[in-house]
């Protein structure tokens, strides 16, 4: 990951208060002992909530990388958003996501505290 990217991560990461774009959940991205601690998660549970840089408008579809463009999604968001078959609209994934979290049907249910 550039620099650049790395700066928009954590400016976005900021102004999201350290929370997950699609889920809201607290999302980390370098002290990751200091977050399993804080949530009584362990390592492996706490990679799925890393924080990533997320191109709202993907550089393939003609988006940019600037701040306006890039947000913070915990890893386990963006690689869902990623992996479907047909693409949604940020906006459309973000309400999907809401969605199944209401019914208990994104984040395991015994981390559903840290929501």
């Known amino acids: 990951m550039s620099r650049k990217i790395q700066k ?3 400016l976005a990461y ?3 208060n350290g929370r997950c774009y699609y889920c809201d959940a607290p999302i980390w991205l370098k002290k990751i002992a200091e977050f399993t ?3 009584g998660i362990s390592r492996r549970q706490a990679y799925r909530y890393q924080g990533t840089a997320e191109h709202l408008v993907a550089r393939q579809d003609g988006g940019s990388d ?3 463009n890039i947000v913070a999604a915990c890893w386990f968001c963006n690689s869902r958003r990623h992996r ?3 693409a949604l609209s940020n906006e459309a994934f973000k309400k ?3 969605k199944r979290i209401m019914h208990d049907k994104w984040h395991p249910k015994h981390l559903n505290h840290m929501l």
């Open 8 to 10: 928009l991560r954590l």
């Open 14 to 16: 900021e102004r999201q």
């Open 37 to 39: 601690a804080k949530y």
């Open 66 to 68: 600037d701040a306006t």
């Open 84 to 86: 479907r078959t047909r």
């Open 96 to 98: 999907m996501v809401s």
